[in-house]
């Protein structure tokens, strides 16, 4: 969990940082820092399998004192068209935000935008 | 094993039943916890084969193992489907032990117990996302419908070109929106129902036989 005179860190992390990473060592890396008490806003986000992989990671790292999971926000697959299918342009997963639960919280999520807080009181001060 | 026996067994065999047996569909009831997916199998089993799938309450997951009953029939007059039906659990992305005590005035130890089943049940209905053929993916009305669990389920299907039919559930409800539910998700069919009193199930079920019933080529995850 997060030291109470650190403050809360905010990780912006590009594409590049993890197109280089397996999907395993992507989730590995993702959950590390989540449980480090730190927050991700992923430029790139997670394939459908990666998230479902996450949240079942996630769900075997919950210990009830410590961690209680993951606050997660993204957005689908980016549309692709027939013609960029066809000649099989891969769909990109597009921006996510990730943060351990008991610090951030969505608060909403339209088409366009992803609204947080922080959890006032949980290492805020 | 008598050589009858032994065919039923075969991949052979299997695979014919891949390709020809499609009316017999499996069928997920998934979504994030308390949306109503045990209130619905209940419903769905209630109607047609007078059974019941398990035990519903306000406190969330309280299904923690999926389960699940083989052949049930449903039509609509012209049409039918043959399905098996599996319930899961609620799928989350945090489970906090301290809500069941303080929301649902649990005490610790049961808390604690319920909360690490809960996990388990996760975990179990992630994976049967591998096993099935088409998921009624229940939405609480009553709340704002873009959850992550939401949007995972939905791209794990798509990815796998599998029929998924939105439930928006607890229509009942004073301050239900199935109209929001369906501006957020454009791209598939939402069905406004109530699992509780049953509104508008004929038409849940008109809709499961049309899109569950179609040949599809799976793709494997
Ligand atoms: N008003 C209203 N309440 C409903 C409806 N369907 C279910 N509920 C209530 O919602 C609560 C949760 O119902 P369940 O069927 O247990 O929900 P679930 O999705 O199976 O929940 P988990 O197993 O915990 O994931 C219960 O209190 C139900 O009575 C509905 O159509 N209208
Ligand atoms: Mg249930």
Do not use: C
Not at chain 1, 36 to 50: A, D, F, Q
Not at chain 2, 151 to 168: C, D, K, Y
């Amino acid at each position: 969990m997060v030291k109470k005179d650190s403050g809360i860190t905010f990780n912006l992390i590009s594409h590049q940082k993890l197109e280089h990473y397996s999907s395993a060592e992507k989730l590995k890396y993702i959950l590390n820092e989540v449980k480090e008490g730190r927050i991700l806003v992923l430029e790139h986000g997670l394939t459908p399998t990666e998230q479902a992989q996450l949240i079942e990671h996630t769900m075997k790292e919950i210990n009830h004192d410590t961690f209680i999971g993951i606050e997660i926000g993204g957005y689908e697959n980016e549309k692709i068209g027939f013609f960029q299918r066809v000649f099989g342009v891969a769909k990109k997963p597009r921006m996510t935000v990730i943060g351990p639960a008991h610090l951030l919280r969505m608060v909403h999520k339209d088409n366009d935008m992803i609204e947080t807080t922080i959890i006032p009181g949980k290492g805020a001060n | 094993m008598g050589l009858l026996e032994r065919f039923r067994e075969s991949r052979f065999s299997k695979m014919i039943f891949k390709i020809f047996g499609k009316n017999h569909a499996k069928i997920g009831i998934y979504g994030p916890p308390n949306v109503g997916k045990t209130t619905l199998a209940n419903r769905i089993l209630r109607d047609w084969t007078g059974d019941i799938m398990g035990s519903v309450s306000e406190v969330p997951h309280e299904t923690r193992r999926a389960k699940w009953k083989n052949n049930i029939r449903i039509d609509n007059g012209g049409s039918s489907l043959t399905m098996d039906l599996v319930d899961t659990p609620g799928i989350a992305t945090k489970i906090d032990f301290k809500e069941f005590m303080n929301m649902y005035g649990m005490t610790k130890d049961d808390s604690r117990v319920r909360a690490k089943e809960a996990t388990e049940g996760v975990i179990e209905a992630i994976r049967w996302l591998d096993d099935i053929d088409g998921v009624v993916l229940v939405m609480d009305a009553t709340q704002d419908p873009f959850t992550q669990v939401n949007v995972t389920i939905i791209g794990n299907l798509e990815a796998r070109n599998l029929p998924i039919l939105i439930a928006a559930n607890k229509i009942d409800a004073e301050n239900a929106s199935p109209a929001t539910l369906k501006s957020a998700f454009p791209q598939h069919p939402v069905i406004p129902i109530s699992a509780l009193t049953g509104y508008n199930t004929e038409n849940l079920y008109s809709m499961m036989i049309k899109e569950f019933g179609k040949k599809r080529h799976k793709q494997r995850r």
